[in-house]
């Protein structure tokens, strides 16, 4: 009896062993799945410099920028002979990013969800957007203003960046135009839209603003993505500015290169839609606003455009430049042929042409005919 009592409590002993060893070994395999479910889930994050698939996410240490599956654009032909390259925005994004909301406390319109760089790339714009909700509030602030009080008033977002200002004008059921040339901005961008569910909201070009249609090389800036530029801008550099003099602390130029298609502000016209009459026109290409402005006599003659919001900053920057004046000053001389009238973007101070050299980093020009132009009231017929 004592013989089998044991025998059996051997064999107990023997089966409590097996089975935990078979739940030791199930808990390991389930800790490794886990594991590379994280791994996988939260690779752009953890590893931004691998490649991963058909992508690779903004390297400015190995000087790269991502490639877009060529299934998620689309061209369409102009009648100059030009070609707009569209992305769709339709297509599934399994990009991991982070993405905040926005911290604007508009009463009529809800906190939008805006995916960012990782800001130890991207000080400035994500950064910001990361730690506080919010980037430029103040322009923010005079873009919706103007926006809530013009009614069928849609949007031209030229240099999009993260579609800050596009995400927000699709929270007041407008349609935006939005132009932007990096790819590694453009993945997030889409993602944005898709988040906030305002796909049909947004057409997408993924060309850059330049003079005539060319290729040129985009020069993305470490720790500042929202300052890429078109290399064209170099050319035009005193031999000091030019941005092969500036060596960071890695010994590089603080930049990398992606070559990028242009077209002009005119050809913005033919993918409008129908609708698209009236918009207002934010601009923020780094100084080539300039350039740009000699293409766009179509697109304000067939367009209404109540206001330009632009960041004039970095034009008196860039002023001496190889014929930079003379090109500021034409551009001045178009918007004032218009009937607009240059303000600061609290929406009081009111900016004299002559003095441009001293106005503020960013600027609105407004149409006096259509909105309300401080302190110039007589020439108003005021929507506000």
């Known amino acids: 009896m004592l013989l089998k009592y044991h025998r059996n409590l051997r064999l107990s002993s023997l089966l409590i062993d097996v089975t935990m060893k078979l739940i030791k070994r199930y808990c390991i395999v389930m800790c490794i799945f886990f594991l590379f479910y994280l791994l996988v889930s939260n690779k752009n994050r953890l590893f931004p410099r691998l490649i991963f698939g ?31 390259t569209l992305y769709d925005v339709t297509q599934d994004n399994e990009w991991d990013f982070q993405c905040p909301r926005t911290k604007y406390n508009e ?10 760089y990782d800001p130890q790339h991207d000080e400035h714009v994500s950064g910001q957007l990361n730690d506080y909700g919010k980037w430029e509030p103040v322009v923010v602030k005079s873009f919706l203003r103007l926006l809530r009080t013009l009614p069928n008033t849609h949007v031209i977002d030229i240099g999009a960046n993260l579609g800050l200002y596009t995400l927000l ?23 944005s839209i898709q988040l906030n569910d305002v ?40 031999a000091d500015k030019k941005i092969e003099n500036f060596i960071n602390e890695r010994g590089i130029p603080p930049r990398v290169l992606a070559e990028v298609d242009t077209i002009t502000l005119d050809d913005l016209v033919s993918i409008f839609p129908i609708f698209f009459k009236r918009a207002i026109l934010k601009i923020d290409i780094e100084g080539f606003e300039a350039l740009a402005f000699q293409n766009a006599s179509l697109l304000f ?40 009238e240059s303000y600061e973007v609290n929406d009081i101070n009111h900016l004299l042409y002559d003095n441009w050299e001293s106005w503020p980093w960013d600027v609105v020009f407004r149409r006096c005919d259509i909105c309300r132009c401080p302190g110039l009231e007589k020439l108003v017929g005021s929507a506000e």
Request: aromatic share 8%; net charge neutral; glycine share 4%.
């Open 107 to 116: 009463n009529d319109i809800h906190d939008v969800r805006i995916c960012i």
């Open 199 to 238: 796909q049909h909201h947004v057409t997408v070009i993924a060309n850059a603003i330049g003079i005539k249609h060319e290729r040129l090389a985009l020069n993305v800036v470490d720790k500042n993505l929202g300052a890429s530029y078109l290399s064209y801008l170099d050319e035009l550099a005193p």
């Open 169 to 191: 004008a699709t929270q007041y059921d407008r349609h935006v135009i939005a132009v932007e040339p990096l790819y590694d901005s453009l993945i997030r961008l889409h993602k």
């Open 54 to 84: 058909e992508f690779h996410l903004l390297s400015t240490e190995f000087n790269r920028t991502i490639d877009i599956r060529q299934s998620q654009l689309y061209q369409h032909e102009i009648s100059n002979g030009g070609i707009i």
């Open 301 to 340: 003659n067939q367009t209404e455009i109540p206001a330009i919001y632009m960041e004039f900053g970095k034009l008196i920057e860039i002023k001496y430049h190889r014929g930079m004046i003379k090109k500021i000053e034409d551009m001045l001389n178009f918007l004032k042929k218009r009937n607009y």
